[in-house]
């Protein structure tokens, strides 16, 4: 049972373009979100977050909309660069449940120059 | 301000082994979670430290173990190895403080490989 899913296992974009990854999730309690970027051989870094309260919150070239009525988040990168190419996991958490997250399985954006 | 540290960082065991994976948590941070990422998914969640009691589970079977120390290190213990635990460790610490509390740090992580 994949509570949090990402349907895209990869995306291809052009330099200078907007990049848009989408995640979507079954559990109401989920109340944070979160966006992870993880290349080959390292763990996966932090990138942007949201509250169930928002539904945009906005970091730069990195924008997280929420959709609650949909349980449905996407990341919006504009203008996408070559080195944004990685792998985007998509993570949520429920409050009280002492900062378990769970993961989508993640989607790998190229960026081509 | 140091980040979240891992040893080692590769490993090869065979089945029925023990192994013990350790972490250092970044500075100021008193909270250690495990995960488990398989090749080609998403981390799954092990179990979390909190002050150095368990703090929550994941679907995980009693032969995952875990310590975490007075200094906020961890260790991860995988007793009676199986083929499927052949994975890369992933360790993240986090602060107890509303706000920075749910977001997590990750290390590099170990590759466990069990033969």
Redesign the interface.
């Given at each position: 049972d994949q509570q949090?899913k990402?349907n895209s296992p990869s995306l291809s974009v052009q330099e200078g373009r907007i990049s848009i990854l989408n995640c979507d999730y079954t559990n109401s309690m989920f109340d944070?979100f979160?966006w992870?970027k993880k290349y080959p051989?390292?763990?996966?870094?932090?990138l942007i977050?949201i509250s169930s309260i928002k539904d945009k919150n906005e970091d730069g070239r990195f924008t997280v909309f929420l959709n609650k009525s949909a349980k449905h988040l996407s990341l919006h990168i504009v203008p996408s660069q070559p080195g944004d190419s990685a792998v985007y996991?998509c993570?949520a958490?429920a409050g009280g449940?002492?900062?378990?997250?769970?993961?989508?399985?993640?989607t790998r954006l190229m960026v081509k120059p | 301000e140091t980040g979240?540290t891992q040893s080692p960082t590769h490993l090869i065991k065979t089945r029925g082994q023990q192994v013990t994976l350790r972490c250092s948590s970044q500075s100021g941070h008193n909270?250690v979670?495990w995960?488990q990422q398989a090749l080609?998914?998403?981390?799954?969640?092990i179990f979390?430290y909190?002050r150095e009691e368990e703090?929550?589970r994941?679907n995980f079977p009693p032969r995952f173990s875990g310590l975490q120390f007075p200094n906020y290190s961890s260790e991860l213990n995988v007793n009676a190895l199986e083929l499927d635990d052949s994975a890369l460790y992933?360790c993240?610490s986090?602060q107890d403080r509303v706000g920075a509390?749910?977001?997590?740090?990750?290390?590099?992580?170990t590759r466990l490989s069990v033969l």
């Open positions: 949090v990402q944070y979160l992870y051989a390292e763990g996966p870094t932090f977050s996991f993570a958490s449940a002492g900062n378990m997250l769970t993961f989508g399985g993640g | 979240v909270t979670s995960y080609g998914q998403g981390p799954q969640f979390q909190y703090n929550g994941g992933l993240a986090s509390k749910n977001i997590q740090y990750f290390g590099a992580g």
